[in-house]
């Protein structure tokens, strides 16, 4: 099956800090790709979407100042994390969408981010 | 509203029992697809099945079965024989036709208990 992948898989820093984590699918294309966010206990929030070539797609409440989204290629979307504050510790997920037959989405392993 | 509403928080279960997760779903599209994923304390999801409107047709994968009833709109998954290793949360989502974002279930926390 198509893999994807991120990195790094965790990632601890200092408040203010800002953080780049990447998401790569490794044997296909991906036009668009997903940015999710999991709080523990919680289920996957939909913080944006991402397709190459354009700007990003933010769901209502997420800030696209903080949250920066880039999608330079057909491979690789970054979601970097501005000025970070503990707040922001959580487990991001990405996706690539490989099909838009089945709508079928290939999730990533997560990064851990912790925000001291 | 909640489009995808898994009302079972946490289950605990003896291993060996069979369970089944609940997995309700709302949407006006007439195609649209669902899956289940299991997220296991590494927390990355695994995919399990996905099943497309058209087909009603109740899948068997070894231990794992699913129940997809248009007419409840409902897509039960069920474990028979459960083990340790079947620990995890388990959500359910939904994809329309008209759009591709996924809309995940609150999630069910497995628990086996050997």
């Known amino acids: 099956g198509a893999v994807v992948s991120q990195h790094p898989s965790r990632v601890i820093c200092k408040s203010g800090t800002s953080v780049k984590i990447e998401c790569r699918s490794l044997d296909f294309q991906a036009t668009t790709m997903f940015w999710y966010r999991q709080f523990p206990k919680q289920s996957l929030m939909l913080m944006a979407t991402s397709n190459e070539g354009s700007k990003a797609t933010y769901e209502q409440g997420v800030e696209k100042d903080k949250f920066l989204i880039n999608h330079a290629s057909l491979t690789l979307s970054t979601l970097t994390v501005t000025s970070a504050h503990p707040e922001d510790s959580s487990f991001y997920i990405c996706?690539?969408?490989?099909?838009?037959?089945?709508?079928?989405?290939?999730f990533g392993p997560g990064t851990r981010l912790t925000v001291l | 509203a909640q489009k995808v509403t898994q009302a079972q928080t946490e289950i605990s279960v003896v291993e060996k029992e069979d369970v089944t997760l609940d997995c309700v779903y709302e949407?006006?599209?007439?195609?649209?697809?669902l899956f289940w994923y299991k997220q296991p304390p590494s927390g990355e999801l695994v995919f399990l099945i996905r099943?497309?409107?058209?087909?009603?047709q109740n899948e068997i994968s070894g231990r794992y079965s699913w129940n997809f009833q248009k007419s409840t709109s409902s897509f039960n998954f069920t474990i028979t024989a459960s083990q340790v290793v079947d620990s995890a949360v388990y959500f359910c989502?939904?994809?329309?036709?008209?759009?591709?974002?996924?809309?995940f279930g609150t999630g069910t926390s497995l628990t086996v208990i050997p």
């Open positions: 099943r497309n409107s058209f087909d009603e």
């Open positions: 996706s690539a969408l490989i099909t838009r037959l089945y709508n079928e989405q290939f």
């Open positions: 989502a939904l994809s329309e036709d008209t759009g591709n974002q996924f809309y």
């Open positions: 949407t006006r599209d007439t195609t649209y697809y």
